[in-house]
């Protein structure tokens, strides 16, 4: 029996998924979560097998709520459930101490086939170096005038940069984080813990 916490802030969507998983006989869900501090606080209280996270939910970054979970409760593992089939993403959440990603599309018996193999799969690998190595501190530094609401030319003055400079950099960061546009740039960032 596989004992779980799932912390959504979607509601109806969290009350779908215990049902589902409790349904299933092999997991059995100990504590609900409506945001990341209280899904760390259930954990650390709980101690449960598996912690079934989503990515977008108030409260900190995934990737501090990923750090503090792990230092929490260290035998929790740790599954992002997520709306997002981007593989970067992914690859950043695992490297954040995501254990796996399934996304919300799978069917409950893949879910729970991915719960099986990472409870089996032992001890945590080491830790990580974690996400921040994405984007350079000028790419970050950039970013932050994005998401507040400047302009290529103002931003280029602000940083005294050439516009063409930053163009360059937006389409590089856009690049790094597989994002579709400025604002999907910051979004991606947010969710990865590199911007406030």
């Given at each position: 029996?596989?004992?779980?916490?799932?912390?959504?802030?979607?509601?109806?969507?969290r009350?779908?998924?215990?049902?589902?998983?409790?349904?299933?006989?092999?997991?059995?869900?100990?504590?609900?979560?409506?945001?990341?501090?209280?899904?760390?606080?259930?954990?650390?209280?709980?101690?449960?097998?598996?912690?079934?996270?989503?990515?977008?939910?108030p409260?900190?970054?995934?990737?501090?709520?990923?750090?503090?979970?792990?230092?929490?409760?260290?035998?929790?593992?740790?599954?992002?459930?997520?709306?997002?089939?981007?593989?970067?993403?992914?690859?950043?959440?695992?490297?954040?101490?995501?254990?796996?990603?399934?996304?919300?599309?799978?069917?409950?018996?893949?879910?729970?086939?991915?719960?099986?193999?990472?409870?089996?799969?032992?001890?945590?690998?080491?830790?990580?170096?974690?996400?921040?190595?994405?984007?350079?501190?000028?790419?970050?530094?950039?970013?932050?005038?994005?998401?507040?609401?400047?302009?290529?030319?103002?931003?280029?003055?602000?940083?005294?940069?050439?516009?063409?400079?930053?163009?360059?950099?937006l389409?590089?960061?856009?690049?790094?984080?597989?994002?579709?546009?400025?604002?999907?740039?910051?979004?991606?960032?947010?969710?990865?813990?590199?911007?406030?």
């Amino acid at each position: 029996m596989i004992r779980a916490v799932v912390a959504d802030d979607h509601a109806l969507f969290r009350a779908g998924l215990v049902s589902l998983l409790e349904a299933t006989v092999r997991v059995r869900v100990v504590g609900e979560a409506a945001d990341g501090n209280m899904a760390v606080a259930r954990c650390e209280r709980l101690r449960p097998d598996i912690l079934l996270l989503d990515v977008e939910m108030p409260g900190p970054a995934t990737s501090t709520v990923l750090a503090r979970t792990r230092r929490a409760a260290p035998g929790t593992r740790i599954v992002i459930v997520s709306m997002h089939a981007d593989h970067l993403l992914a690859k950043q959440w695992r490297s954040a101490g995501a254990d796996a990603v399934v996304a919300k599309s799978a069917p409950v018996g893949e879910l729970v086939t991915v719960l099986e193999q990472v409870i089996a799969f032992g001890d945590r690998r080491a830790e990580p170096a974690g996400p921040a190595g994405i984007l350079t501190v000028r790419q970050v530094e950039l970013l932050h005038f994005v998401a507040r609401g400047f302009t290529n030319p103002e931003i280029a003055r602000a940083l005294s940069l050439s516009p063409s400079t930053v163009k360059r950099h937006l389409a590089n960061i856009q690049a790094k984080l597989a994002s579709s546009s400025r604002l999907d740039s910051v979004r991606r960032a947010q969710m990865l813990g590199l911007l406030d």
